[in-house]
């Protein structure tokens, strides 16, 4: 079956100066957001010619598309779109697609019991093993919450400052590998919580994550930063 060119959206101005990787976007948000749910992947050349880009844009855009697990290419099958549950959601443009599509109470509950499973941990690791340099990263992210919370900052991107710091401060290279994805779906969280409360983040939560981390106390570190998230699947649990 050939697709309707017209379901491609071709747009060569839209992609960029890169042209891989804008291809690589707009393919892959339209993956994401059901375009092709209903209707079969276009072939390689019928995505050439829509975009008027070469065959070898169009393939390097498709395997990485397949290294996200949104696509795979299968002999006389062609290029076929996978089921979510093949997905490689740790990949922060997998999930940066996820969160532009229809807000979903659901997806932010699951990824916040992500949260709550590293998160805390990190915290604990913070409080054993953080430099003063970490510490200074962390007290400058909250010192920008509380500067953002009196409307001089940015309250969203101060929130994640905070956040990343705790997590490098850990010193394990394995949770720093999650910053990428904790700052970029912490955007879509810290919206939905500040919309709902009508407030900011909560200052006195956040300041007792760093306390404890600077008196080098695990426990109260890693119970700490469990009732910031605990606090945000309440919310999640009551709407």
């Not at 697709?3 to 101005?13: L, Q, Y």
């Not at 940066?96 to 916040?112: A, P």
């Not at 510490?135 to 900052?153: F, P, S």
């Amino acid at each position: 079956m050939v697709t309707d060119p017209d379901d491609i959206e071709p747009n060569r101005d839209a992609l960029g100066r890169n042209l891989t990787h804008g291809m690589l976007d707009s393919l892959g948000r339209a993956i994401v957001t059901g375009r092709y749910e209903q209707r079969p992947f276009p072939t390689e050349a019928e995505i050439a010619k829509a975009y008027g880009v070469s065959r070898s844009v169009t393939r390097e855009a498709v395997k990485m598309l397949t290294a996200k697990g949104l696509v795979s290419a299968r002999p006389r099958q062609g290029t076929l779109v996978q089921p979510t549950a093949s997905w490689n959601l740790f990949d922060t443009d997998v999930l940066r697609w996820m969160l532009e599509r229809k807000f979903s109470v659901e997806l932010l509950r699951q990824f916040n019991q992500l949260r709550i499973a590293i998160e805390p941990e990190a915290a604990a690791l913070a409080a054993r093993f953080h430099t003063q340099a970490d510490l200074a990263k962390i007290r400058n992210g909250l010192t920008r919450m509380e500067e953002a919370d009196q409307g001089r900052g940015d309250p969203l991107g101060a929130d994640i400052v905070f956040h990343i710091a705790v997590l490098r401060a850990s010193h394990n290279p394995f949770y720093a590998q999650f910053e990428a994805v904790v700052s970029t779906a912490l955007q879509t969280s810290i919206r939905f919580t500040n919309r709902v409360k009508g407030r900011t983040a909560n200052i006195a939560d956040h300041a007792a994550v760093a306390q404890a981390i600077e008196a080098r106390d695990p426990a109260a570190a890693q119970v700490a930063m469990r009732r910031i998230i605990g606090d945000v699947l309440d919310l999640i649990a009551e709407q």
